[in-house]
Structure formats: structure tokens, C-alpha cells
T-cell receptor, first 114, second 113 residues
Framework: KNQVEQSPQSLIILEGKNCTLQ??????????LRWYKQDTGRGPVSLTI?????NTKSNGRYTATLDADTKQSSLHITASQLSDSASYIC?????????????FGSGTRLLVRP | DAGITQSPRHKVTETGTPVTLRCHQT?????MYWYRQDPGHGLRLIHY???????DKGEVSDGYSVSRSKTEDFLLTLESATSSQTSVYFC????????????FGPGTRLTVT
């Protein structure tokens, strides 16, 4: 069964610190992997999209990595800010008939404290 | 929210009543999607549309129907709402097929009592 597992479920860090969120998936065949940020009460907003041939992609203080062999991805947040408090969702897109259907993780809820 | 609006933003309704949620886009994107988001679950696809009058089921389509009579509007209908349909509903759009970037609306919080 195609699945996307994220860890930890929740995380609290102090402002200015770095953190890393994890995503493991079993989706196959695989097209791309995305990370979304979802603020409370808002829709998800894309941070990065990586195809199977990409190992890393950055968007400002957000850096995503992908290991297609082990089916793992991580999202690293550098020098966290209070505005980084949100849920971070890993999403994997399959290929072919499944390409219309994205598989969403349940998210990691990040709280950045002053 | 990338030119996507959803209405209503909040709704409380009683079990057994029909409910229609509307998604409107100004991006002229071909593909539109309805998802629901529940605690402990990732977003799950209800229905999607790949063009005017062209729709297909997602993984949790039971109890829901959709219609798309214009490129810009995608309606989600709960024919007879049940408490299990209490959720936050998100509309999304994309220019190309599901592997393309999807842009999400602000969501509709539906409570069925």
C-alpha cells in the first residue's frame, strides 16, 4: 500500500535554532516529492518539489533532501523564526494511473518559541 | 491563495441535510481537486476534475458528488450530510496533471451536528 510516514508528529524548538523533519514513503513508482507548509486555518503552500533525480533543493531557509534509494526525505529549517510555526506536510506523487493522486503524510506540527 | 476562493468558509449543518461547497478559481487551470483534512490523517482526495464536465473519483468519494460546468467553478455536494463528513475541505488547482504543482484554497470548515 502506498504510504507516507512523517516524524516527529510534533516538535518544539527555540527561535534561532535549526531543526530537521523526516519523511519515509513506500509510493512506487515514484514521480516527485513535495514539502508543503500549512499555517493554522490556511491551505497548504508549496515549499519544494523534487523529482527522483534530485538530491537536494532549497527555498530560502528551507532545504529538502531526497534519497530515492532508501525512500527517505528530510526538510531542514535553518535559523528558525516564529513564523515557521506551522504544520509541514510531505507529499509523494506516483507515476502513471496514480499520477493524479498525491499521497499525503499526516504532517509534523512545528512550534517555534521565543 | 493563488486566485482560489472557497465558499462558505465555515458552515454548520444538521445530519441529513444537503450541502454544497463551492470552489472558484481565476487562474484558468484545467485540473481541480477536492480534498478533506482530518486530524491524524493526511489530506485525502475526494474527487477531481480534468476539464469541464470531466470528473473522476478519489479515494474517499462515497457520500460526495461533484460538478464542473465552467472552467472556474468546481462544486462539491454532500447529498445527505453525516457526522463523519465533519471535516475541513480544501480545493486545489493545477495547470497540468497530478504530478504538477497544486495550489490550495483557504479551506471550508464543515460541522455536521
Amino acid at each position: 500500500k502506498n504510504q507516507v510516514e512523517q516524524s516527529p508528529q510534533s516538535l518544539i524548538i527555540l527561535e534561532g535554532k535549526n531543526c530537521t523533519l523526516q519523511c519515509n514513503y513506500t509510493v512506487s513508482p515514484f514521480s516527485n516529492l513535495r514539502w508543503y507548509k500549512q499555517d493554522t486555518g490556511r491551505g497548504p503552500v508549496s515549499l519544494t518539489i523534487m523529482t527522483f533525480s534530485e538530491n537536494t533543493k532549497s527555498n530560502g531557509r528551507y532545504t529538502a533532501t531526497l534519497d530515492a534509494d532508501t525512500k527517505q526525505s528530510s526538510l531542514h529549517i535553518t535559523a528558525s523564526q516564529l513564523s515557521d510555526s506551522a504544520s509541514y506536510i510531505c507529499v509523494v506523487s506516483g507515476v502513471g494511473d496514480s499520477s493524479y493522486k498525491l499521497i499525503f503524510g499526516s504532517g509534523t506540527r512545528l512550534l517555534v518559541r521565543p | 491563495d493563488a486566485g482560489i476562493t472557497q465558499s462558505p468558509r465555515h458552515k454548520v449543518t444538521e445530519t441529513g441535510t444537503p450541502v454544497t461547497l463551492r470552489c472558484h478559481q481565476t487562474e484558468n487551470h484545467r485540473y481541480m481537486y477536492w480534498y478533506r483534512q482530518d486530524p491524524g490523517h493526511g489530506l485525502r482526495l475526494i474527487h477531481y476534475s480534468y476539464g469541464v464536465k470531466d470528473t473522476d473519483k478519489g479515494e474517499v468519494s462515497d457520500g460526495y458528488s461533484v460538478s464542473r460546468s465552467k472552467t472556474e467553478d468546481f462544486l462539491l455536494t454532500l447529498e445527505s450530510a453525516t457526522s463523519s463528513q465533519t471535516s475541513v475541505y480544501f480545493c486545489a488547482i493545477s495547470k497540468l496533471a497530478g504530478g504538477d504543482e497544486q495550489y490550495f484554497g483557504p479551506g471550508t470548515r464543515l460541522t455536521v451536528t
